[in-house]
């Protein structure tokens, strides 16, 4: 029996499990955790793998596998304690630097942790181009809500939580253009006003 004790892991659990409900509930209570539904990972066949999520658990006692396993109801064989870099195990929840692996949305990783979900955001988007980020903050407006005015607060925020406050400092004439124009349409639905109004 192994007595090792650890204070980080990292979890695997499957959407389709009996105990899927407890198990994230469980997590959720066992320390900070951060974590993502992978539904487009394949095996070393080509095919599909069942849709599962990743979790990274830091907790504030160090505890062995077994224990953890009991704790939250999840099979010891799904449960891997951070031996090296926690950071690695960040970055994997996107798959950042796997590139023969989907890349998964960096938005899409959630947690009830502020400070390791800063973190991960950090690892993931310090080295990304300008032009990246440009991008990705250019597709939330684009593909906002249709019938919806958009705040500018709302832009920045969200800049913010991705951690691309830089390049939304940096390019905010871009981006105010595409507001304005997103709110144009908006108004142009609501009020009955002809496209060519705007043109």
Not at 74 to 85: A, F, G, L
Not at 106 to 118: A, C, H, W
């Amino acid at each position: 029996m192994n007595t090792k004790r650890f204070r980080n892991f990292t979890i695997v659990i499957y959407e389709d499990d009996p105990d899927y409900d407890k198990q994230s509930f469980y997590l959720s209570q066992e320390g900070e955790t951060i974590y993502i539904r992978h539904d487009k990972d394949i095996d070393d066949e080509g095919n599909d793998k069942k849709p599962h999520y990743h979790y990274v658990l830091r907790r504030k006692d160090a505890c062995t596998i077994s224990a953890l396993s009991k704790r939250i109801e999840v099979k010891e064989n799904m449960i891997e304690p951070v031996k090296k870099s926690m950071n690695g195990c960040l970055r994997y929840l996107v798959h950042f630097g796997y590139d023969d692996k989907f890349q998964y949305n960096p938005e899409d990783v959630k947690g009830n942790s502020d400070k390791l979900i800063q973190r991960f955001l950090k690892l993931v988007t310090e080295n990304v181009p300008e032009s990246d980020k440009v991008e990705t903050i250019e597709k939330f407006i684009l593909n906002y809500s249709p019938g919806e005015y958009i705040e500018w607060p709302v832009i920045g925020a969200y800049a913010r939580k991705i951690n691309m406050w830089d390049a939304f400092r940096r390019n905010s004439w871009y981006f105010t253009k595409l507001v304005d124009s997103h709110n144009a349409k908006v108004s142009s639905v609501r009020y009955h006003i002809g496209s060519d109004f705007f043109d």
